[in-house]
């Protein structure tokens, strides 16, 4: 079992930055990859960006070249950092972690209960 915690959300004017925080308990196994995904009122959750244990990420194309996702290992903490923000950014932002169980060949995958960000124009 993984459970995460989230923080780190919050009102920001547009332009503004905010970090979020995402911490990760499990024993007994290696986390694979980590993550974050948003949902907007109305919308379909969708992903901002994730990080591999192997520090290998992929960003959605409306954050790319403003948000980050490091990844502190040791840690098992994912951070987001967010830059230059826009109203639209504005959702609840969800951790995702995953790892592959040998006892049922599958990958399981945990969400965090989601931190709100609000950007106001």
């Known amino acids: 079992q993984v459970q995460l915690v989230e923080s780190g959300g919050g009102l920001v004017q547009a332009g503004g930055s905010l970090r979020l925080s995402c911490a990760a308990s499990?024993?007994?196994?290696?986390?694979?990859?980590m993550g974050w995904y948003r949902q907007a009122p109305g919308k379909q959750r969708e992903l901002v960006a994730t990080?591999?244990?192997?520090?290998?990420?992929v960003y959605a194309d409306s954050v790319t070249g403003r948000f980050t996702i490091p990844r502190d290992n040791a840690k098992n903490t994912v951070y987001q950092q967010m830059n230059s923000l826009k109203p639209e950014d504005t959702a609840v932002y969800h951790c995702?972690?995953?790892?592959?169980?040998?006892?049922?060949?599958?990958?399981?995958?945990?969400w965090g209960p989601g931190t709100q960000v609000t950007v106001s124009s």
């Open positions: 995702q972690a995953n790892h592959w169980d040998w006892a049922t060949r599958k990958t399981l995958v945990y």
């Open positions: 499990r024993s007994g196994f290696s986390i694979n990859a």
């Open positions: 990080i591999t244990s192997g520090a290998r990420t």
